[in-house]
């Protein structure tokens, strides 16, 4: 999509701190981090605005993003992380690009979702 910052991100339109990038996945820093790593992994694709989206036919690729995340989190060396997803304004998803935080490096304790307003 054009107008999607998460598009231009995948295609290096817009610079990123890339941490893991394949064919299907790529995986960045976010430029507010909410705790000490704070990693974003998106399908390069734009095959889904949110979660709602995700299909039989999109699983796939999001069970590799789990993938990634998981070796992720390895390589960083962390034990405890949480994986976050916002699906919808509610929620609070701003960027319409499938996304999913990890989050660690601190205790995330009882937080929700480790991302504050
Ligand atoms: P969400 O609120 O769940 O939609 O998450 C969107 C995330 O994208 C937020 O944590 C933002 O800080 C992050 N973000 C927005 N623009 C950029 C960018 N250009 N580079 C890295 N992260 C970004
Ligand atoms: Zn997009």
Redesign the pocket.
Same mark, same amino acid.
Request: proline content about 0%; cysteine-free; hydrophobic content about 45%.
């Given at each position: 999509m054009s107008d999607c *910052?998460?598009c231009k991100?995948a295609t290096g339109k817009?610079p990123?701190?890339k941490v893991y990038e394949d064919a299907e996945i790529l995986a960045?820093?976010?430029? *507010?981090p909410?705790a000490p790593t704070?990693i974003?992994v998106i399908p390069k694709a734009h095959i889904a605005s949110s979660a709602a989206e995700i299909t039989a036919e999109t699983a796939p690729i999001v069970g590799r993003i789990f993938a990634v995340i998981a070796q992720l989190a390895r390589e960083q060396k962390l034990e405890s992380y949480r994986i976050?997803?916002?699906c919808g304004e509610d929620a609070?998803?701003?960027?319409?690009h499938l996304?999913f935080?990890l989050l660690g490096g601190i205790s995330l304790g009882a937080m929700l979702t480790g991302?504050q307003e």
């Open positions: *910052i998460f991100i817009i990123s701190q960045f820093r976010d430029l *507010i909410q704070h974003l976050v997803n916002n609070g998803q701003t960027v319409r996304h935080h991302i």
